[in-house]
C-alpha cells in the first residue's frame, strides 16, 4: 500500500474555484443564499490578510485546506471574534474522501489548536440536523448542544448551535483535586442540619423570595414523611454533596409530583464541582421515584454549561417568579428504568481507564455502591467527557491496606510510583469512618 501523506495548509489564491465549488455543493441541502457570494466573501477577506471589513464581530477569518497526496480533500474556515471566540463556519471534507483519513477530525485539530494559540476560550459552530453526519461528528467531539432553531437558514432545516469550551489546565485540575460525595441526607446529624440550613439561606436569598426557617423546617419535615411515598403528603427528598472533610458543599430537595414528574428544588452548591457532582448523580438515585426531573434555578454561565453538557434541556425562562429581579429557567432531564448508572472519575483515572492502563477502580461501600451489580454498564463521567466501561467482576475488603495485599496496585493508579503511594492516596480522600463502610473494587472492560 502506497504512503499517504495528509497536509494542512493554509489557502492561497488559487484554491479559490476548489473552494467556491466545494461550499455550493455541500452547503446548499441545508442552507438558503448564494453560497458562491459567500465563498466569495470569506476567501477575499482571507486572502487579505484576515481582515473583516464587514463582520462587526469578527477580527479575523482564516482558512485552511487538508491535501491528501497533493490533492485537495477538505476545507475548514474560522472566524476569530471580538469576545475571545472562534467559529467554524464552515468544515467540509470533499465527497470523495469522506470517512477516509480522518481528514475532519485532522481539520477540526488544526482550527482548535490555532483558536488555542490565539487564547480562545470557546469554539462554536451551527449545524443543520438534518446531516446527521456532521452533527454526531461534532458531538463525538467533545461539542454541547446549545439549542436549536427551526426553518433558520432554510425553511423546512432545523439549525443546531453546539459550542466546545477551550479550558485551561487550572479549570481542569480544580476538578481533580476535590473529591465529592453525594449521599442521601441525615436528619439525625445535627452537625449536618445545621449545615444545609446555613448554606440554603446564604445561597437562596438573593434568587428566591421567602427563604428563611420557617422555610427550611418545612423541608426538614417532608424528609421525614418520605417513608409514606404519598405524594398528596408532599414528601421529600434530601440529597447533600459533601468534601472529604464531611463539609456540606451542596444540597438538592427533591419532591415526586402526580402523573410522576419530579420537581428538582432546591438545587444549591458551593461551588462547580459539587454542581456538577450534584448535576451527575442525583438522575440515577430518583429513578425509582419517577419518570422525569426539572429544575427551578438561575444558573451562571458554567452551570449552563454542565446542564447542556450532561443533557438537560431549557423549558421555560420565568421573570420574577421567585424574585421580582430575577428570571429563573427551568431545566429538564427525561429518566427512566434505562437510565444508566453514572460513575464520576477523576479526569488522570479517566484517561488511564481509557488508555487500557487501569482496569480496577476502588470505591467505598455507600448504598449506591453496594448496589452496583456485575455485568452492568456504567457511564464514566470527567468534567470535559464519557466513557462506557462494564462491570467484569466486583470484590470486597474491609480495609485499604486489605485489598492492597490482594490486588494489583499498579491496575488501580498505574501512574503511582508504589503501593505505599497509592494507600496515601485513598486515606487522603476517605476519612477513617468511610473506610469501615468497606472497600469495593470494580474491575472495568471498556465499552
Excluded at 427563604?211 to 418545612?218: E, K, L, S, T, Y
Aim: neutral net charge; glycine residues 6%; proline residues 3%.
Amino acid at each position: 500500500m502506497s504512503e499517504v501523506n495528509v497536509l494542512i495548509r493554509e489557502a492561497c489564491e488559487d484554491d479559490f474555484s476548489w473552494v467556491e465549488n466545494l461550499m455550493q455543493y455541500a452547503l446548499e441541502a441545508y442552507y438558503g443564499g448564494d453560497h458562491r457570494a459567500h465563498a466569495r466573501r470569506i476567501f477575499e477577506a482571507h486572502i487579505n490578510g484576515g481582515l473583516d471589513r464587514l463582520g462587526f464581530f469578527s477580527f479575523e477569518q482564516c482558512m485552511f485546506i487538508a491535501e491528501v497526496n497533493g490533492e485537495r480533500a477538505g476545507m475548514i474556515h474560522v472566524v476569530g471574534k471580538r469576545q475571545s471566540t472562534y467559529k467554524i463556519s464552515p468544515l467540509i471534507v470533499a465527497n470523495e474522501f469522506q470517512g477516509r483519513y480522518g481528514l475532519g477530525s485532522r481539520l477540526l485539530a488544526h482550527a482548535e489548536e490555532y483558536a488555542r494559540k490565539n487564547q480562545s476560550r470557546q469554539l462554536y459552530c451551527t449545524v443543520a440536523k438534518q446531516n446527521i453526519s456532521a452533527f454526531q461528528f461534532f458531538l463525538r467531539k467533545d461539542f454541547i448542544i446549545a439549542g436549536s432553531s427551526e426553518s433558520h437558514y432554510k425553511i423546512g432545516v432545523t439549525e443546531t448551535m453546539l459550542y466546545k469550551p477551550l479550558y485551561g489546565t487550572s479549570n481542569l485540575l480544580s476538578f481533580d483535586q476535590l473529591h465529592v460525595s453525594v449521599l442521601p441526607f441525615d436528619e439525625t446529624n445535627e452537625s449536618m442540619k445545621e449545615q444545609v440550613r446555613k448554606l440554603l439561606l446564604e445561597k437562596l436569598y438573593d434568587s428566591f423570595e421567602g427563604i428563611n426557617d420557617d422555610w427550611i423546617r418545612a423541608l426538614f419535615e417532608g424528609y421525614s414523611r418520605r417513608l409514606t411515598f404519598d405524594i398528596n403528603t408532599k414528601y421529600k427528598l434530601i440529597y447533600v454533596a459533601t468534601d472529604s472533610t464531611g463539609r456540606i458543599i451542596g444540597v438538592v430537595g427533591a419532591t415526586p409530583k402526580k402523573g410522576n414528574p419530579i420537581k428538582v428544588m432546591p438545587f444549591i452548591s458551593a461551588n462547580q464541582v459539587a454542581f456538577e457532582a450534584l448535576l451527575i448523580d442525583i438522575p440515577h438515585q430518583l429513578v425509582p421515584y419517577g419518570h422525569k426531573l426539572y429544575v427551578h434555578i438561575n444558573p451562571i454561565a458554567e452551570e449552563v454549561m454542565s446542564l447542556q453538557r450532561l443533557g438537560w434541556k431549557l423549558d421555560a425562562a420565568l421573570p420574577a417568579a421567585y424574585h421580582p429581579n430575577v428570571v429563573t429557567q427551568q431545566w429538564s432531564l427525561d429518566i427512566g428504568e434505562i437510565t444508566m448508572r453514572t460513575m464520576r472519575i477523576k479526569k488522570r483515572f479517566y484517561d488511564l481507564i481509557k488508555s487500557g492502563r487501569k482496569t480496577l477502580e476502588v470505591r467505598v461501600g455507600y448504598d449506591t455502591i453496594n448496589r452496583i451489580h456485575v455485568g452492568e454498564r456504567i457511564s464514566l463521567v470527567t468534567h470535559n467527557g464519557n466513557s462506557k466501561v462494564k462491570v467484569a467482576n466486583i470484590r470486597r475488603y474491609k480495609t485499604f491496606e486489605e485489598m492492597l495485599n490482594i490486588e494489583q496496585w499498579e491496575l488501580i493508579a498505574p501512574d503511582s510510583k508504589s503501593k505505599d503511594e497509592v494507600l496515601s492516596l485513598f486515606k487522603q480522600i476517605y476519612p477513617v469512618h468511610k473506610e469501615r463502610l468497606g472497600v469495593v473494587v470494580f474491575e472495568f472492560s471498556l465499552v
